[in-house]
Nanobody, 123 residues
Framework: QVQLVESGGGLVQAGGSLRLSCAAS????????MGWFRQAPGKEREFVAA????????TYAGSVKGRFTISRDNAKNTVYLQMNSLKPEDTAVYYC????????????????WGQGTQVTVSS
């Protein structure tokens, strides 16, 4: 089992920045690729970003590429999502997730999920 706890969400004005953190405990964190997803009210959960177990490979949704950066610190068992130039359409609950194998882009490939943290961007 891997337990994931997100933090860092909040209310920010458009153009602002937030840094989300996801702290992991349980099984060896560095064994897992990590992803960030988000879900807005009335919408399906969507892929935001993912990072390989080593941190050497990252991938982003087109809607956030160039604005968001995913990173990880395996010594601290933590993955981060730096969000810059935030837009009202980024408003959602953000979830981190861990996977052993499979596609980064689909939630069904992830084995463990955090409880989510709310990000609200005002215009």
């Amino acid at each position: 089992q891997v337990q994931l706890v997100e933090s860092g969400g909040g209310l920010v004005q458009a153009g602002g920045s937030l840094r989300l953190s996801c702290a992991a405990s349980g099984r060896t964190f560095s064994n897992y690729a990590m992803g960030w997803f988000r879900q807005a009210p009335g919408k399906e959960r969507e892929f935001v970003a993912a990072i390989s177990w080593s941190g050497g490979s990252t991938t982003y949704a087109g809607s956030v590429k160039g604005r968001f950066t995913i990173s990880r610190d395996n010594a601290k068992n933590t993955v981060y999502l730096q969000m810059n130039s935030l837009k009202p359409e980024d408003t959602a609950v953000y979830y981190c997730a861990a996977q052993n194998t499979g596609s980064y882009y689909y939630p069904e490939w992830y084995d463990y999920w955090g409880q989510g943290t709310q990000v609200t961007v005002s215009s």
